[in-house]
């Protein structure tokens, strides 16, 4: 089986719809894949009427979430998506994105670049609008030559000059949350140190105290040293290790099912969720 578990369509700030999405999983040949856009599960519906025979769609989102001043994704998988707790805080953060992606255009304008917020309203289209939408529009006007190349000081990383921060859930609180609608909480990419600041590794095994399911350990940002010594802090930890793409259609240069996740480990996930179940396709 090839599953690949972290992907993102224009529900969120990836370029496949929801039904694009499923369609290239299946053309890639992918067993399974997880739909996780970021803080909203906006794209599920589409995305399950369109799955195509002999695809498992596992629905899930990417909750955005700051530990000491530092910026984390928490992957949520097979979780209730009524459930109002994390309903509620997931809507917060989704609250928070407009205003705060408008501040980052002011920014970007006091810093002589002529971008505007309609064009990034429209590189969103109905998408949670969010940094990679503001990168593409930087890609657009030759100001970087990649969308990675805008996550820099220079321009939208983590205390960069037209950053901007966000409404984000505590880790701890975000684990609880997800628990707490039946679901599984694997952090995303956390040694990710292209992207910026990551949390010590002793966070790590606090987040695994508190109920952490697993980590993503395979995944384009991590390197084979990194993935290695968060293989061997899984095994100490007795976490789950997952692997993905962490795909984003035409905005990120990887492929779906660049990375995948063991059959086994899917199994134990599937097996320890009860908010929510994967969806077989039947040829949409």
Not at 7 to 35: C, F, K, M, Q
Not at 53 to 64: D, F, I, M, N, W
Not at 178 to 201: S, T
């Amino acid at each position: 089986m090839r599953i690949d578990l972290h992907t993102h369509s224009t529900a969120s700030d990836g370029t496949d719809t929801p039904a694009e999405l499923v369609r290239n999983a299946a053309a890639e040949g992918l067993d399974v894949v997880a739909l996780t856009d970021h803080d909203t599960v906006g794209g599920y519906e589409e995305a399950t009427r369109a799955l195509p025979a002999g695809l498992t769609l596992v629905t899930g989102a990417e909750l955005s979430c700051r530990l000491n001043g530092v910026s984390l994704h928490m992957l949520a998988y097979l979780f209730d998506p009524v459930e109002p707790e994390l309903s509620r805080e997931r809507e917060l953060v989704r609250d928070d994105r407009v205003p705060r992606a408008q501040a980052m255009v002011a920014k970007l304008r006091e810093l002589d670049v002529p971008i505007t917020w309609d064009r990034v309203a429209e590189i969103a289209g109905d998408g949670a609008v969010g940094r990679p939408h503001i990168a593409t529009a930087l890609v657009e006007l030759g100001v970087v030559e990649s969308v990675s190349d805008a996550f820099t000081p220079d321009w939208l990383a983590d205390g960069g000059r037209a950053h901007v921060e966000k409404h984000e859930l505590d880790p701890f609180e975000a684990i609880r949350l997800v628990k707490g609608a039946g679901g599984v909480a694997v952090f995303a990419h956390p040694l990710a140190v292209k992207r910026g600041q990551c949390v010590p590794e002793s966070a790590i095994g606090e987040l695994a105290a508190a109920g952490l399911d697993g980590i993503e350990v395979d995944h384009m940002d991590h390197g084979e040293d990194t993935r290695n010594r968060l293989r061997g802090l899984a095994a100490e930890l007795g976490l789950l290790t997952t692997g993905s793409s962490d795909y984003h259609g035409s905005r990120k240069a990887c492929r779906l099912g660049e990375y995948t996740t063991d059959p086994e480990v899917y199994g134990e996930i599937v097996r320890r969720a009860t908010g929510a179940f994967p969806v077989p396709g039947t040829g949409g």
